[in-house]
């Protein structure tokens, strides 16, 4: 199991990692939005975006299979003694649903591709084949659920990172240092 002070180097290692490509992805995806699909230089610009957009979607799926194996494999640091049990369930129900969310967004973002008739692109090397066939009403179905899972995502993220704040600011119990 894990130290019972600090997350060993993987595990460090593929947290920050993963935090910066998600929010690699939602600054791409926010540009994206912003893009006139009319304007021949903009769609030029949205079709790198998208590739990039997909290949970083791919990744960050990988990554948190990754990561969510050695934290089953290895474990994590228990909280520290005196942490409030509402602080611990909610830490830990914050985590799950980040694991979770993390998981289902690429797949969302794949079938989305699909419905709108695409290949997944990986960073425009690779092309994995859709598994749905194009469908206007799936991809518009599929493209919202994606949205709104990015803004769960952004929800998740920010109680993360007031998790973090109580625990480094009001609590300064060493919680953050051990991911750090």
Known sequence: MADADEYGTVQKLL?????????????????????????????ALATILYQAHDGTGASILVLVLLRLLVRLTVGVPALPRGTPRWADSLAHLNHRLLYLVLIVQPVLGYLTNGANGYPWSIYGLYNIPAIIAKNAVWA????????????????????????AFYHGVIRRDGVVSRIV
Request: glycine share 10%.
């Open 15 to 43: 947290h920050w990692l993963i935090a910066l490509l998600v929010v690699a992805q939602v600054v791409v995806g926010v540009w994206i939005g912003t893009l006139d699909p009319h304007d021949q230089a903009q769609a």
């Open 140 to 163: 518009d179905w599929l493209g919202q659920a994606h949205q709104v899972g990015a803004a769960v995502l952004i929800s998740l993220v920010a109680l993360h990172l007031l998790g």
